[in-house]
């Protein structure tokens, strides 16, 4: 009941006033990250060294060194990857992309929707344990660090509860020069994708005061990435990602997950010397399944959460308990894999299909597309050719009586080199081209120009006042297009 009264000694004798954090408490935990009163819990996750740790350092540092590389290794002239988005323009490997291109992006789109469609239907969130930059460069370049500079889970979660100590300020100030080092080049690599590394590298060793926009974007950059690896971290998955809301849409009970097996390590204990004594023989223990009850999993999750509880949103599928659990399992002399990569209906003894009608549709869709986008691409010219009338005349008739038509060409390069184009006319027979420079003109790498052309007929081939122009454009080089156009000329001839 609310107090009225103003009494300051009747005050005395209640009881005090809640604090606002006590009323606000959950009944449970929401978030494996997250205290009761909604405070962060902070994370001291313990590496586990296994195959799985290996084989993910490998494919983590192969993509490491692609990011670095692609804005900077030329394929055909070009960068690897850039996405130049002020000219609409885009080096794919070696392949050039324009925004009028719009049926091989609409179809690169589709492409890599539906792989990711299909990849996480498969393989479940593979992605985010395996191919996702937070996870990447979290577990192999900034985790690293901190461990080098910090020292293990144990020594920081002690040095964390000491508060702000000498040694503690010089550690953290030391991690934090190297994730800014670390962070900037990420910073400047990114950037290189939409600028090029050509453009990056004049702005970087230019003057400063000529590019203050270039090192603001690059400072906030670097700023944002060191706040998400040194603070935010595991928060980007568990309340940040959408697209690891989407994937748990995506897959399906026979899609991979990591999980614990239940049915093998249930009941969990842990076990009396006795009974340690008896397994090491190969006695079955009785009551007891293959969980020790260790909880090497638990501390070495990065999200917090304890993977027998089943399949949670927090988990990224990255592997370490499966490491911490086979660990603990050889070291009691038991078979590896009560933690393991496995799906829904195998742990539950449910029959389980790999081929099943979403994938099918998903695997056809994806053969489909990305045929139809590599068919397009070896296919491709190198050069684009648009031919339309000018707004002019329809026709002008020369004295000599000969009939002129003309038109503007639209020619774009779409190769890193240069090209030598020129334009000559197959039909009809007796026509000739009037150009500048005899239609021979030069295009730089990617660019367009528009020529004008006028092509000169002898009257009789207009049949109806109309004849057919064909046109041969090649590049000296072997390749060549072939245009055909409408021509108009006088009703009277014949
Ligand atoms: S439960 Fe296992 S796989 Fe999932 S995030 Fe935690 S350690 Fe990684
Ligand atoms: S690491 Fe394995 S044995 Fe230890 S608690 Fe986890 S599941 Fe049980």
Redesign the pocket.
């Known amino acids: 009941m609310e107090n009225t009264t103003n009494d300051p000694k009747q005050e005395q004798k209640q009881d005090p006033p809640e604090r606002p954090s006590h009323i606000l408490e959950a009944p449970e935990a929401v978030l494996s990250t997250m205290n009761k009163d909604g405070t962060r819990k902070w994370m001291y996750p313990k590496l586990s060294k296994g195959s799985m740790y290996t084989r993910r350092k490998i494919v983590g540092w192969i993509l490491i060194a692609l990011f670095f590389a692609l804005p900077i290794v030329k394929m055909n002239g070009e960068p690897a990857m850039f996405l130049d988005i002020v000219h609409r323009r885009f080096a794919i490997f070696g392949q050039i992309f324009y925004a009028t291109d719009t049926l091989l992006l609409m179809l690169l789109g589709l492409t890599l929707v539906i792989s990711v469609v299909w990849a996480t239907a498969l393989f479940g969130r593979v992605w985010c344990g395996w191919g996702c930059p937070q996870t990447v460069y979290m577990e192999f370049i900034f985790r690293p660090i901190e461990r080098l500079v910090e020292g293990t889970e144990a020594q920081r979660k002690r040095r964390d509860k000491q508060g702000w100590t000498p040694d503690k300020v010089w550690r953290t100030a030391v991690k934090l020069f190297l994730y800014t080092i670390i962070a900037a080049a990420m910073s400047h690599t990114f950037v290189a994708y939409f600028v090029s590394w050509d453009v990056l590298t004049s702005w970087m060793t230019g003057a400063p005061s000529k590019h203050w926009g270039f090192f603001l974007m690059m400072g906030i950059t670097t700023a944002l990435i060191v706040f998400d690896f040194a603070y935010f971290r595991e928060q980007m998955c568990t309340i940040a990602c959408p697209y690891a809301r989407l994937q748990s849409v995506l897959m399906d009970p026979d899609s991979l997950i990591v999980s614990?097996d239940p049915s093998r390590?249930e009941t969990?204990g842990r076990r009396t010397k006795a009974q340690r004594e008896q397994e090491k023989q190969g006695i079955k223990l009785k009551n007891l399944g293959?969980?020790?009850?260790?909880?090497?999993?638990?501390r070495t999750c990065p999200t917090g959460i304890d993977?027998?509880d089943g399949l949670q949103l927090e988990c990224i599928s990255c592997t370490q308990?499966i490491d911490?659990?086979d660990a603990?399992?050889i070291g009691v002399g038991k078979e590896p894999g009560?933690?393991r990569y496995t799906s829904e209906n195998k742990i539950d003894n449910k029959p389980s299909r790999i081929l099943r009608p979403r994938l099918v549709l998903y695997t056809g869709l994806l053969v489909l597309f990305s045929s139809v986008l590599l068919y397009l691409v070896t296919h491709a010219s190198m050069f684009d050719i648009n031919m339309m009338r000018a707004t002019d005349k329809p026709f002008t008739v020369l004295p000599d009586g000969q009939v002129s038509n003309h038109f503007k060409m639209r020619t774009q390069n779409r190769i890193g080199s240069s090209q030598d184009l020129q334009v000559t006319v197959i039909e009809p027979e007796g026509a000739v081209i009037k150009a500048q420079n005899d239609a021979k003109f030069t295009l730089k790498p990617g660019q367009m120009k528009y020529i004008d052309l006028w092509i000169v007929s002898p009257n009789e081939v207009f049949k109806s006042g109309q004849s057919t122009a064909k046109l041969r454009v090649s590049n000296g080089s072997g390749a060549e297009q072939i245009i055909e156009h409408k021509m108009l000329g006088p009703v009277s001839a014949k």
């Open positions: 614990y390590g969990r293959d969980c020790i009850d260790c909880g090497a999993c638990v993977i027998r308990c911490a659990c603990i399992m009560l933690v």
